[in-house]
């Protein structure tokens, strides 16, 4: 049981053992004072460790993220990609002097620990599932917001990393104030936290928050995802950092061409009150061009989502999608544009045996 289901107005957000709040009885509200910093949110994520004088420079070699001489209390994030440059593995990476911690969708963390132990040949370091061990909590702060935590990650979401890349075209980019702070807990600390006046959110006030912000999890991607489609360079991907798998996938798309797909923002009528779910078939037309990402509800930019459409779609269409047999239309606010990519700029050259045409 989460230790919050003492909390009244509790509702939980699936029927896996010990799943986090969904809401307390009012999602707007609890979102409010979450954005607010006010509240704590347990996101439920999985946590795996890595331990080792090796630790750094083995993740370093295998992952997306420069991760060799991070900082004690540094927080970054990485991804594992496979020989294509998709991505298979995401983690929110903090290391704190001794031991690395990753944290990662609790579904992953399983699959991301095993993988880990496959790849450690001769190398100095032991690594853990250690999802079942802790609790994480996050908040909107901009100081550490729980007491007792074992380690804190910030997330560094508000400004492109060195090494990332942006591909988003706003100057003013609504990630830019997301101060968002996940604490991990040990289950003692979590239930003193339960226990406490502090506001406590569900998962759906997290999630709009997330949405609004356009901040990718690896919820979001399928299996053909590469980092570029998410506008994950921003904040995962270090483009100047030696070989790792999938990285001539990742410097060729962004060097010479273009990613296949992209992310955008779906302001979604809500005239019906219904809400497309994930997964749900974007069309235009008759012609589905992609598929919904995620979907909540914003206290301010009411029903919104995160879709991933095909490259070539007219960023001015107006959108359809299908809830509870609802056809609910969605304008599209862009993220990665259709332009992103090719920034070597490098001139196509014509075809062996092209004709030039005058």
């Keep these: 049981m989460s230790a919050f289901a003492v909390r009244d107005g509790f509702v ?58 991070l900082p004690t209390g540094v927080s970054t994030e990485t991804l594992v990609l496979d020989q294509s440059g998709r991505v298979e593995h995401a983690a929110r990476v903090v290391d704190d002097g001794s031991v690395a911690w990753l944290l990662t969708e609790p579904q992953d963390a399983a699959p991301l620990a095993a993988w ?6 001769m190398l100095r370091v032991e690594v853990a599932d250690r999802s079942a061990d802790f609790v994480t909590v996050g908040s909107f702060t901009d100081t550490g917001a729980v007491a007792d935590a074992v380690v804190e990650w910030v997330d560094p979401w508000a400004a492109v990393t060195p090494g990332g890349w942006s591909y988003a075209s706003l100057e003013a980019h609504p990630g830019s104030d997301w101060t968002l702070r996940i604490a991990v807990l040990t289950p003692g600390a979590a239930a003193g936290l339960a226990a406490s006046d502090r506001p406590v959110a569900g998962l759906l006030a997290f999630e709009a928050l997330r949405i609004a912000v356009w901040r990718p999890t690896l919820s979001d991607a399928d299996e053909r995802t590469i980092p570029h489609e998410l506008d994950w360079l921003r904040s995962a991907v270090h483009l100047t950092k030696g070989c790792y798998r999938g990285q001539e996938t990742v410097a060729k798309v962004h060097n010479l061409g273009h990613p296949p797909r992209r992310i955008v923002q779906l302001h979604l009528d809500g005239s019906d009150a219904v809400l497309p779910a994930p997964g749900t078939p974007v069309v235009l037309g008759d012609k589905e061009v992609g598929r919904l990402a995620a979907s909540a509800v914003h206290h301010e930019l009411g029903p919104i989502g995160l879709a991933v459409v095909k490259r070539s ?44 045409r005058s």
């Design 116 to 121: 880990l132990d496959s790849m450690r040949f």
């Design 313 to 356: 779609l007219d960023p001015t269409a107006t959108l359809t999608l299908t809830a509870d047999d609802v056809v609910v239309s969605a304008a599209q606010e862009t993220i990665v544009p259709p332009e992103a990519g090719a920034t070597a700029n490098v001139p196509r050259l014509p075809r062996l045996g092209a004709v030039k």
């Design 12 to 69: 939980a957000s699936s029927g896996a053992l010990g799943a986090p709040a969904a809401h307390f009885g009012n999602p707007i509200g609890e979102q409010r004072l979450l954005e607010r910093g006010s509240a704590v949110v347990e996101l439920g994520l999985g946590v795996v460790t890595v331990a080792g004088p090796d630790r750094l420079s083995w993740l370093n070699s295998i992952t997306s993220q420069q991760l060799t001489g």
